[in-house]
């Protein structure tokens, strides 16, 4: 027993770290990661990622707002379109065949992937930048991104941080530590869907999050330390990962 609640903590330790420091939210790691440690279905893992996910907004944007590289105002703008998102995900999830959301997200990561490649000078090209929050392509995408989060419990940042680098413009460390802010509330109404319906394992949840809360709270302290273009090379090699295994599981169900 203590093993499990050592795995649980150290599992959200791990995701939390990972997510404060590349604006994801951990989700990637915590649903697998719970699916394994702790034998939870695969909606209940997504409804305790969800609130993980909570957590690491929660430990790291306190960091980055200090540091004023939070865009408030952006910030503030997208939620609107992200919570959309992620609500109407939440209600629909458990009636949408799995497969081709699974293989059009794959889809999608491969294309954010191929875009943010910090080592190739196609990194930016074909991207205007808008100065726009509320433009017809920020909007779908950040309505997509809040999706994202209400399907797979990955917070959306996976994507709102593509949002906030390719199609606003802005650095790559704003990027991030204004994902960190939104994912919090996108994931807040999400696993609010997930906790009425009674998804959620408490005690399970309560241990993960103490560990989501360690990581996260750490690894905003100590970000600064590593090599912006070091970072986006991980995040470009999650995302592919993310795309590898979203196909694999897409294909798998057909």
């Not at 430990?59 to 109407?88: I, P």
């Not at 910090?118 to 930016?124: C, D, E, F, G, H």
């Amino acid at each position: 027993m203590s093993e499990n609640l050592l795995a649980l903590v150290s599992v959200g330790f791990l995701a939390g770290s990972f997510g404060a420091l590349l604006g994801v939210g951990g989700g990637v790691i915590l649903v697998p990661g719970l699916i394994l440690v702790a034998g939870l279905p695969f909606h209940s893992a997504v409804a305790a990622s969800l609130v993980c996910v909570v957590a690491t907004s929660v430990a790291g944007s306190s960091v980055y707002l200090k540091r004023g590289r939070v865009l408030l105002d952006v910030a503030v703008r997208l939620q609107f379109y992200t919570v959309f998102g992620a609500v109407l995900a939440g209600l629909v999830a458990a009636r949408i065949p799995a497969a081709p959301l699974y293989l059009a997200f794959s889809v999608l990561l491969l294309m954010m992937a191929y875009r943010m490649m910090p080592l190739s000078k196609r990194a930016n090209s074909g991207v205007r930048p808008v100065s726009d929050p509320g433009s017809p392509k920020v909007v779908a995408a950040s309505v997509g991104a809040g999706s994202v989060a209400g399907f797979l419990g990955v917070g959306g940042g996976i994507l709102n941080v593509p949002i906030l680098h390719l199609l606003l413009g802005q650095p790559f460390e704003r990027a991030v530590a204004t994902s960190v802010y939104m994912i919090g509330v996108t994931g807040a109404a999400a696993a609010f869907v997930y906790i009425a319906r009674g998804d959620l394992e408490p005690a399970v949840a309560a241990l993960t999050v103490l560990g989501t809360l360690a990581g996260a709270g750490v690894a905003a302290l100590v970000g600064d330390r590593f090599d912006q273009r070091v970072l986006k090379t991980i995040f470009v090699l999650l995302l592919l990962y993310i795309a590898f295994l979203m196909g694999s599981r897409g294909l798998a169900a057909f």
